[in-house]
Nanobody
Framework: QVQLVESGGGLVQPGGSLRLSCAAS????????MGWYRQAPGKQRELVAA???????NYADSVKGRFTISRDNAKNTVFLQMNSLKPEDTAVYYC???????????????WGQGTQVTVSS
């Protein structure tokens, strides 16, 4: 199996910054895409940013210019640097990865447990 473990959420004032981390571990053969989604209360889960392996990163329009996604492929880790945070960024942030596991040799979707980000004064 594959596990995604997130860290870095918390409470921050508007205009502040947070950095989320997500480490993948387990029966990993290859990781295609790593990224971040978020879900605010009463709303659907939405893509925040994604970093395909060997491809260009992409961002939700609402976070462009404020958030930066990066990967450390050697450590199977993805980061989300969030700057100029706004109250509307408040949500549970989920790490996502498309992983080819050695248990079945298929590309499957995996999710982290979620980490709360709250932007409030």
């Amino acid at each position: 199996q594959v596990q995604l473990v997130e860290s870095g959420g918390g409470l921050v004032q508007p205009g502040g910054s947070l950095r989320l981390s997500c480490a993948a571990s387990g029966s990993i053969f290859a990781i295609n895409t790593m990224g971040w989604y978020r879900q605010a209360p009463g709303k659907q889960r939405e893509l925040v940013a994604a970093a395909p392996s060997g491809g260009s990163t992409n961002y939700a329009d609402s976070v462009k210019g404020r958030f930066t996604i990066s990967r450390d492929n050697a450590k199977n880790t993805v980061f989300l640097q969030m700057n100029s945070l706004k109250p509307e960024d408040t949500a549970v942030y989920y790490c996502h990865a498309i992983v080819v596991a050695t248990t079945n040799w298929y590309a499957n979707n995996y999710w982290g447990q979620g980490t709360q980000v709250t932007v409030s004064s």
